[in-house]
């Protein structure tokens, strides 16, 4: 798999379906993770430029984990600078592929990382923005976790963000541990920001929480689990939305026999505010086949174009992110079936297709 991906990332295969690169491609057309798309193309370009590593991989020595830590010493620009250093990578090749099938795996990653710090002893002074990392993970019950790496100065910025709200609210006798205040203040923190209104706009609109719920469900009393969905994706229930409600502005949109948003009836070029939740409703995300951008990501195309008698309304939109929005306009198309799938065709007329989704068990 390793190998294929290789290939088909030098023949840049994943432009002929639109997407940017072989890890998009994977998440969108394997169903992949990100994590499992970057570790595949990794362990290509490893296989690639070590042989020796390859082979002992291949014959079974050396684990497909093993190769993903190889292959962080094998980015494009690391392979750019161990060229201008004039590093023998067969020597490297040697040495890693050695260490791999004979030593611990600790002492592999140890390896790797001191060819990279050697790859550049004594670079300039770092750009902080390069140092700073934050990943996030939602699970299954919309529950959040990350690990995020600061550099000195904007830690110290984050750490005095925090403490603000931590020395704020000490209520006698609180028995809540150092690492949950801490999360209270991490939430307070973007309460704060979200409800001061100065947080850049985000696709026309100002940054804001967002659930979706049935009106049964918003006027009832029940506990309703799993009733509510929100913007990120999140899934909450019926009382969690209701409380979120109380201090909160509520919008009602009327959905259709077919289970789509009625049209709003708003005779302009640009979707506004309350065409763009509609679509968002519908579409949920880029709906160009392969990709996964959320709503946030995306804009509204007109199917048909404006300057060409298209009206702007639910039935002429399409939600694609900004890469895709481009692709329509270069000759790519998308077109919504009376199911209400979408499909999408390349500029030749081929149709791009995904993996069928897995038939119910009988």
């Not at 190769?67 to 494009?76: D, K, S, Y």
Request: contains cysteine; hydrophobic residues 40%.
């Amino acid at each position: 798999l390793a190998r294929r991906v290789r290939d088909a990332e030098l023949s840049q295969a994943a432009e002929r379906d639109g997407l940017k690169s072989m890890r998009s491609w994977l998440g969108g057309h394997c169903r992949l993770s990100a994590a499992a798309a970057a570790r595949v193309v990794g362990n290509g370009r490893v296989l690639a430029h070590l042989p020796a590593l390859a082979e002992a991989h291949d014959a079974g020595l050396v684990s497909a984990e093993q190769v993903a830590v190889a292959a962080t010493a094998l980015t494009p620009e690391r392979l750019q600078a161990a060229a201008e250093q004039g590093v023998e990578l067969g020597e490297v090749d040697a040495v890693l592929t050695g260490l791999a099938v004979e030593q611990p795996h600790t002492d592999f990653v140890h390896a790797v990382r001191h060819y990279l710090s050697r790859l550049d002893p004594d670079g300039p002074e770092p750009d902080p923005t390069e140092g700073r990392r934050l990943s996030l993970a939602k699970h299954a019950d919309g529950t959040l976790s990350g690990r995020f790496e600061l550099d000195a100065v904007g830690g110290e910025k984050l750490q005095a963000a925090l403490e603000s709200f931590v020395q704020a609210d000490r209520p006698a006798g609180h028995e809540r541990s150092r690492a949950q205040r801490l999360g209270d203040a991490l939430v307070q923190l973007c309460d704060t920001s979200l409800a001061a209104g100065r947080l850049p706009t985000l696709r026309t609109v100002k940054a804001h929480l967002a659930v979706v719920i049935d009106l049964d469900d918003l006027a009832g009393t029940a506990t309703g689990p799993e009733a509510a969905r929100m913007g990120f994706g999140a899934v909450i229930s019926a009382a969690r939305a209701r409380w979120l409600a109380c201090d909160s502005t509520v919008s009602r949109v009327v959905f259709g026999p077919d289970g789509a948003p009625l049209d709003l009836g708003r005779e302009q070029r640009l979707a506004d505010r309350h065409l763009r939740r509609a679509v968002e409703l519908r579409d949920g995300g880029c709906v160009f086949a392969g990709c996964h951008a959320p709503t946030w990501w995306a804009e509204v195309h007109h199917l048909v174009h404006w300057l060409d008698g298209g009206e702007t309304n639910l039935q002429n939109s399409a939600l694609l992110c900004e890469r895709h929005h481009t692709k329509v306009h270069h000759g790519f198309r998308v077109e919504r079936q009376p199911d209400g799938r979408w499909r999408t065709w390349r500029p030749d007329g081929t149709e791009i297709t995904t993996l069928a989704p897995l038939a119910p068990a009988a």
